[in-house]
């Protein structure tokens, strides 16, 4: 697929995505777009195109069931949820018994479809901020031009595209998967944080979008080992060895 194919079949997955209601009805619309099909044969562009933009669409749909191959998915703190196929709600996520442990391939690709998932929802949020900032007046200017400001959404833009590179750079293996999930974690998190002061009071009510945003990053944090959770467990894979294994060959 080239670069032009490429940008066209962003074009209509983020029209779907923004047009289509989210759960049952987006999935069947993106199967019906052959998004089955891009996952079985081109996984490394499906994953990263289709999570990314439903993070910054704001939509959902249960794609990690497709990806994983269960809608049992292990959770923060030794928990297990399941992920409805049927339920239109946001991220309609629900504690269940434990489930059946999956395998290491297929933790490793939820972990990067859920990695790029939160970057998405990170760069939605700091969109929602950058705007308001450039909106928003206080002293006959915009709020953007008060220092502050302009670090928050700094900050906020270099973790996100930080933790963009070790998602692109994340093979296929179990400790990659895992500290870019951990990455993208930690920048939707900051992000969540940061925005929130940007928009201020703005941000915290129900007519403004961020609150959505915010809780979709909680839930996906927590999905398939949370942020603070895989960086301890990257530590401990890392002591076991005995040494940093090369993740990266530049």
């Given amino acids: 697929m080239d670069a032009e194919e490429l940008n066209l079949l962003s074009q209509t997955l983020a029209k779907t995505m923004a047009a289509t209601p989210s759960g049952p009805v987006l999935c069947s ?50 928990s297990w949820v399941s992920w409805s196929r049927e339920d239109a709600e946001i991220l309609p996520v629900r504690r269940t018994e434990a489930g059946t442990p999956l395998s290491p391939e297929a933790l490793a690709a939820g972990r990067r479809a859920a990695g790029w998932w939160l970057l998405g929802t990170g760069r939605a949020m700091l969109e929602l901020a950058r705007a308001h900032a450039l909106d928003r007046q206080q002293f006959g200017k915009p709020i953007a031009s008060f220092q502050a400001v302009r670090h928050k959404l700094a900050e ?95």
């Avoid at 906020?156 to 895992?178: K, N, Q, R, Y």
């Avoid at 939707?188 to 940061?194: V, W």
């Avoid at 915010?214 to 040494?243: F, H, M, N, P, Y």
Wanted: with cysteine.
């Fill in 156 to 250: 906020t833009f270099v973790a996100l595209d930080g933790a963009s590179a070790v998602l692109s750079a994340a093979g296929t293996g179990e400790l990659p998967a895992l500290l870019a999930k951990a990455a993208a974690g930690r920048a939707a998190l900051l992000a969540s944080r940061h925005c929130q002061q940007v928009l201020a009071g703005i941000g915290f009510t129900s007519e403004h979008s961020l609150h959505i945003h915010v809780k979709r990053v909680l839930v996906l944090d927590g999905l398939l080992g949370s942020t603070r959770e895989l960086t301890a467990e990257a530590g401990r894979l890392v002591i076991d060895s005995g040494a940093a294994p090369r993740l990266i060959d530049l």
């Fill in 29 to 78: 619309a993106l199967n019906e777009l052959g998004w089955r099909e891009m996952l079985a044969e081109t996984p490394d562009v499906a994953v990263p195109l289709v999570f990314r933009l439903l993070g910054e669409t704001g939509a959902h749909a249960p794609l990690l069931a497709d990806v994983t191959g269960t809608g049992t998915l292990p959770y923060a703190g030794g």
